[in-house]
């Protein structure tokens, strides 16, 4: 459990890393992002799911580059429902998701020793 509600503040801190980083990827504050991350898996979880299974045959093509893009949409999608959370344009979003992978990635070989 405790390591679950790491990883979720691991994700927010992402958030954060990566509304710093991008022009057009706002996060209000740390209790934003913790909502924002909390519906951005909730997103990938479900609808993104059904989009990665839909998009197989493009994702093969793409070498894998392509859930890039549903990330990209997922965050474009997770706006709507988190105040104070905004992504202007598809390419923050790409970019922001890119971002995310990285900064995520590294932040749990650090705390998780993964």
Do not use: D
Not at 65 to 74: A, E, R, S, T
Request: hydrophobic content about 65%.
């Amino acid at each position: 459990m405790f390591a679950l509600l790491v990883g979720w503040g691991l994700s927010a801190l992402s958030l954060m890393i990566a509304a710093s980083l991008i022009p057009g990827f706002q996060v209000k504050n740390f209790g934003t992002a913790l909502i924002g991350s909390l519906v951005v898996g909730l997103l990938n979880a479900t609808l993104g799911l059904i989009l990665k299974i839909l998009t197989l045959p493009i994702t093969i093509l793409t070498f894998g580059l392509f859930l890039l893009v549903i990330n990209g949409l997922m965050l474009q999608c997770a706006t709507l429902f988190v105040p104070g959370f905004v992504v202007q344009g598809f390419f923050p979003a790409l970019f922001g998701a890119l971002i995310l992978v990285l900064v995520n990635m590294a932040l749990r070989a650090i705390v998780f020793g993964e």
